[in-house]
T-cell receptor, first 115, second 113 residues
């Protein structure tokens, strides 16, 4: 079974600074998908960014980018120019190809953004 | 476009009571799932479905039943509520097996006393 580990329960960043959230995973598959979801206090799960394992290029979405290291099974999220609205719980998630219904989540990192 | 709608948003049950958490999506998605979220444990898969009439167990299925009679609806039934089922429950749907986004409902906070 696949596992996802987020070793930072809480992180803090100053507004306009950059922060990196860590995620490692374990799988025997060669192709798979990785995601970062944001959960603000409203409880809504919001997709931040996604990555296909066979693509070497790291995904980027505006201020959000990933550092995908397939050999190390690492998938960290970098948030640049942090904003107050980035404060939330962030979950790393894994999914096998061909299993659209089955996401495996990490335990989450709570990000605080300070002035 | 409502997306994924869960009802109710909050519920308090007594131990031993049964209830159904409703989930409906209007995006014609084939794939639907139920997760529970507990502090410090992330989201864990309870049951999932790959289409109408097809369901299967996830990581933590005990104490829950599901059915999928239509593409739109995927209700989750608690047969005899226990305090260990106090959690936040999320329903999710997606349309395909490729790099597709899972859309989540707003969640149901369930407390079993």
């Amino acid at each position: 079974a696949q596992t996802v580990t987020q070793s930072q329960p809480e992180m803090s960043v100053q507004e306009a600074e950059t922060v990196t959230l860590s995620c490692t995973y374990d799988t025997s598959e060669s192709d798979y998908y990785l995601f970062w979801y944001k959960q603000p206090p409203s409880r809504q799960m919001i997709l931040v960014i996604r990555q296909e394992a066979y693509k070497q290029q790291n995904a980027t979405e505006n201020r959000f980018s990933v550092n995908f290291q397939k050999a190390a099974k690492s998938f960290s999220l970098k948030i640049s120019d942090s904003q107050l609205g980035d404060a939330a719980m962030y979950f790393c998630a894994y999914r096998n190809t061909g299993t659209a219904s089955k996401l495996t989540f990490g335990t989450g990192t709570r990000l605080q953004v300070t002035l | 476009n409502a997306g994924v709608t869960q009802t109710p948003k909050f519920q308090v049950l007594k131990t031993g009571q049964s209830m159904t958490l409703q989930c409906a999506q209007d995006m014609n998605h084939e794939y639907m799932s139920w997760y529970r979220q507990d502090p410090g444990m992330g989201l864990r898969l309870i049951h999932y479905s790959v289409g109408a009439g097809i369901t299967d167990q996830g990581e933590v299925p005990n104490g829950y039943n599901v059915s999928r009679s239509t593409t739109e609806d995927f209700p989750l039934r608690l047969l005899s509520a226990a305090p260990s089922q106090t959690s936040v429950y999320f329903c999710a749907s997606s349309w395909g097996v490729h790099l597709t986004e899972a859309f989540f409902g707003q969640g149901t906070r369930l407390t079993v006393v």
